[in-house]
C-alpha cells in the first residue's frame, strides 16, 4: 500500500519528536509501576515508614515528569501542518519558547525530589552497615551526582537553549519574509 | 471512495507538482524526495480533517509549504560559492533545456526561503490567487513579491551564466 511505503521510508521530524516524549512517559510510567509494585508485594521489610514514603515519593516524581512529558507529546500533536505557514510558524515558535522556559526549571526541580527521595531512601538502606562502606558508596554517589548536574546537565541546557534560540530566530525570520512585500 | 483510494489519488494527481516545489526549495533530488514523502504523511494523517474550505491542491500544496518550511529550519542548505564552485556553466551543457532546468533550480536554492516556495509555485503555473491562498498573504503583496523575486533571480542566474 502507498502510505504503507511512504510510512516505512520517512523521516518526520514532528513524529518523531512526539515519539520520544511518548516513550519517554511511558518508561517513566514503568518506572513507577515498578517501585510501587516493589514497596508493595515484594516483602521488602522495611522497619521505618519514610523508606517507603521515600519509595512513593519516587513513584510520583516518575508520574509526574510522564504526565510533563505527554503534555509536550499534547502540544507537539496541536501543531498543524494544514494551517497558511505564518500560523504554523507562530505554532513551532510558541512550542520552541514553551520549551525554553521549561528547561529552566524542569530538570532542576526533577532532580532535586528525586534525590531527596534517594536520600530518605538510602536512610534505612545504610543503619548498621560498616561506616567505611557508607563513607566509600555516598562519596562516589554525591560526586556523580554532582558532576551529573553541575557539569553535564548545565552543558545540556545551554546547548539545549543555544539550539532554541536559533529555531526561534529563524522562525521569526521566515515569519518577516512572509509578512514582508 | 474510502480514504486509501482517496489518498492514492491525490498522490497520483498531485506528487509530481510536490516534488517540483521540494526540488525548487532544496536543489536536492534525494532530499525533495524526502519532503515529498513527509508531505503524503502529513496529508494522509490530517486527510479526516479536510472540511472542503480550500480545494485539495490548495490544502496539500499548504501543507508541502509548511513541511519544507520546516525542513529548512532544522537544516539549512549549504550556500552555494557562486566564485569558487565546481558547478558546471551553461557552456558545458551545450545549451541543452534539462541543464537550464537545473541552474534554474540551483538559482532558485540561493533565494531566501519564502520566496523559494513562492517561484516555485509561480513556476508551477499555479494562479495568483491560489498561490496566494496556500502562502496566506494578499494577492497584491504577492504580487510585489513575485516582481522583486523574478528580479533577483535573474541577476542570481545571470551571474551563474558568466561564470
Given at each position: 500500500m502507498l502510505a504503507d511505503t511512504i510510512n516505512k521510508t520517512s523521516l518526520n521530524t514532528k513524529r518523531k519528536m512526539q515519539k520520544q516524549q511518548q516513550g519517554g512517559a511511558i518508561m517513566l510510567l514503568m518506572t513507577a509501576a515498578l517501585i510501587a509494585a516493589l514497596a508493595l508485594f515484594a516483602n521488602l521489610n522495611f522497619t521505618k515508614w519514610y523508606t517507603y514514603a521515600a519509595?512513593?515519593?519516587?513513584?510520583?516524581?516518575?508520574?509526574?515528569?510522564?504526565?510533563?512529558?505527554?503534555n509536550i507529546y499534547r502540544k507537539l500533536k496541536a501543531i498543524n501542518e494544514t494551517e497558511i505557514p505564518a500560523v504554523h510558524l507562530q505554532q513551532w515558535e510558541h512550542y520552541y519558547e514553551m520549551r525554553k522556559k521549561q528547561n529552566k526549571w524542569n530538570m532542576p526541580l526533577y532532580y532535586v525530589l528525586l534525590n531527596i527521595a534517594m536520600g530518605i531512601y538510602l536512610l534505612e538502606l545504610f543503619t548498621g552497615r560498616p561506616i567505611v562502606n557508607v563513607i566509600i558508596f555516598l562519596t562516589v554517589y554525591a560526586a556523580w551526582m554532582l558532576f551529573s548536574y553541575f557539569y553535564l546537565g548545565k552543558r545540556i541546557i545551554a546547548k539545549e537553549e543555544k539550539r532554541l534560540k536559533i529555531i526561534i530566530s529563524e522562525l521569526k525570520t521566515i515569519e518577516l519574509q512572509l509578512s514582508n512585500p | 471512495m474510502n480514504q486509501q483510494e482517496q489518498f492514492t489519488a491525490l498522490y497520483n494527481q498531485y506528487a509530481t507538482g510536490i516534488k517540483k516545489l521540494c526540488l525548487g526549495y532544496t536543489g536536492d533530488e534525494a532530499l525533495a524526495?524526502?519532503?515529498?514523502?513527509?508531505?503524503?504523511?502529513?496529508?494522509?494523517?490530517?486527510?479526516?480533517?479536510?472540511?472542503?474550505?480550500?480545494?485539495?491542491?490548495?490544502?496539500?500544496?499548504?501543507?508541502?509549504?509548511?513541511?519544507?518550511?520546516?525542513?529548512?529550519?532544522?537544516?539549512?542548505?549549504?550556500?552555494?560559492?557562486?566564485?569558487?564552485?565546481?558547478?558546471?556553466?551553461?557552456?558545458?551543457?551545450?545549451?541543452?533545456?534539462?541543464?537550464?532546468?537545473?541552474?534554474?533550480?540551483?538559482?532558485?536554492?540561493?533565494?531566501a526561503e519564502t520566496d523559494r516556495f513562492i517561484i516555485s509555485l509561480v513556476l508551477e503555473d499555479k494562479p495568483y490567487d491560489e498561490i496566494a491562498a496556500i502562502s496566506g498573504i494578499t494577492e497584491n503583496n504577492l504580487r510585489v513579491k513575485i516582481f522583486r523575486i523574478k528580479k533577483q533571480l535573474t541577476e542570481i542566474y545571470n551571474s551563474y551564466a558568466r561564470l
Open positions: 519509595m512513593a515519593l519516587i513513584s510520583l516524581v516518575c508520574i509526574c515528569q510522564a504526565a510533563f512529558m505527554f | 524526495k524526502d519532503l515529498l514523502q513527509e508531505t503524503f504523511i502529513s496529508v494522509w494523517n490530517n486527510m479526516k480533517d479536510f472540511r472542503a474550505e480550500s480545494k485539495w491542491s490548495t490544502w496539500i500544496y499548504r501543507i508541502a509549504v509548511n513541511t519544507c518550511l520546516g525542513y529548512l529550519r532544522k537544516k539549512k542548505p549549504a550556500t552555494i560559492d557562486i566564485e569558487h564552485s565546481d558547478f558546471k556553466t551553461p557552456a558545458d551543457y551545450e545549451n541543452s533545456i534539462e541543464q537550464d532546468v537545473q541552474l534554474l533550480y540551483k538559482s532558485i536554492n540561493r533565494l
